[in-house]
């Protein structure tokens, strides 16, 4: 069987390797050496300021709100996968709807602005898939309004705007590093933010708002475990060669696609783009399944991401959203992962374009 992804694992014996010191000192969770040393890792890939490891990648989107003091109206993506949304809801605050570019998926910057009230207080956005937000245009709206940004930039690890990672960008921006995603520590996640006072502020909220016996301010769990930062850095050594491989899988499928009917993402600038996912969008969703299904009859899973458009959650108060409906009904990613064969993504081609 083949699914949409397919967690890389390292050689066991060196995540053995790592684990033993955590195991030889008992020492195994609590910021323990193994977190710090991939933090610091992180922060060099990354390019990025502070970074703290977290357990998951939604746990950092209520943080990032909650460290922010947004209370009010944010301006969010419909097309993102559900924690982007029940975030902004869980932190008590209200999801303002705004719809998709069709080309990249990502927030229409354009369409920002005539959703903004008085009570609106930051922009909630996602790097589709790896493509980069507009992130200047946002930048001059918050800039304009007052408003804070966070990314979620759950499938940005690895991406660039601008020559800038874009895990860079924003008042905050965060990762998931699921077992699902690019790179991953099987359960865990990351936020990441400039400012320093806001990194000590965040770094309270992940330990329960305390140090020793000292209480400043409320907080959350949201540690991650030595255990875990092993399987992070191992991984670490070997993100070079899945990016590059992701990028040779991605160019076969998208030579051997882009004369078929389906529509297929343009990327701005190839030397930017992580090739994290590899979605597919059909005129018709009678298609889309009839297509799914065949695919699933030779035991490939592919995977509706994302499906639904998050506006038409039933716990919301209806908001339309054209473009995001008329794409979540429509797209599908299809197997894309480290060591999916040449063998494999003709087989799989050959299913979508219905070759027999
Ligand atoms: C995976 C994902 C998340 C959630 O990350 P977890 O680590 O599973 O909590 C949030 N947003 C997006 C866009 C995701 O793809």
């Given at each position: ?244 491989r992701r990028k040779e899988q991605w160019n076969y499928y ?21 090739y994290?996912?590899f ?57 894309l992962f480290h060591?999916l064969?040449r063998?494999?993504q ?11």
């Amino acid at each position: 069987m083949i699914n949409v992804t397919k967690t890389f694992l390292p050689p066991i014996e060196e995540y053995n390797e790592l684990v033993k010191r955590a195991w030889d000192k008992a020492w195994i969770t609590n910021n323990g050496e193994l977190v710090q040393e991939l933090e610091q890792k992180l922060k060099s890939y990354l390019g990025v300021k502070n970074l703290l490891f977290t357990g998951n990648g939604t746990i950092v989107l209520q943080m990032a709100i909650k460290a922010l003091n947004i209370t009010k109206e944010v301006i969010t993506t419909p097309f993102s996968y559900v924690a982007t949304t029940t975030a902004i809801l869980w932190e008590g605050c209200t999801p303002v709807f705004t719809d998709i570019n069709r080309d990249d998926f990502c927030i229409d910057p354009d369409r920002i602005e005539e959703k903004i009230t008085e009570n609106t207080e930051a922009i909630l956005a996602t790097h589709v898939f790896g493509l980069p937000c507009n992130v200047d245009k946002i930048k001059n709206l918050a800039e304009k309004y007052k408003l804070k940004i966070i990314y979620d930039g759950a499938h940005a690890f690895g991406s660039y705007s601008g020559g800038k990672p874009l895990l860079a960008y924003g008042d905050i921006s965060t990762c998931s590093f699921h077992a699902t995603k690019l790179f991953h520590t099987v359960e865990g996640g990351c936020i990441i933010c400039n400012d320093d006072d806001l990194a000590n502020k965040l770094m309270l909220y992940r330990q329960f708002g305390h140090i020793g016996d000292d209480y400043y301010s409320m907080g959350i769990n949201g540690k991650n475990s030595e255990f875990h930062a092993a399987m992070g850095l191992c991984n670490l050594k070997y993100i070079d060669s899945i990016l590059y491989r992701r990028k040779e899988q991605w160019n076969y499928y998208r030579e051997e696609l882009k004369n078929s009917q389906l529509t297929l993402v343009s990327i701005r600038n190839e030397g930017e783009f992580n090739y994290s996912y590899f979605p597919i969008v059909f005129s018709k969703e009678t298609e889309l399944l009839e297509t799914m299904n065949r695919l699933k009859n030779a035991g490939i899973n592919c995977r509706r991401y994302f499906y639904p458009s998050l506006n038409t959650l039933p716990y919301l108060k209806h908001q339309s959203c054209d473009i995001s409906e008329y794409v979540a009904q429509r797209i599908l990613c299809i197997p894309l992962f480290h060591d999916l064969t040449r063998v494999d993504q003709d087989r799989i081609v050959s299913l979508i374009l219905d070759k027999g």
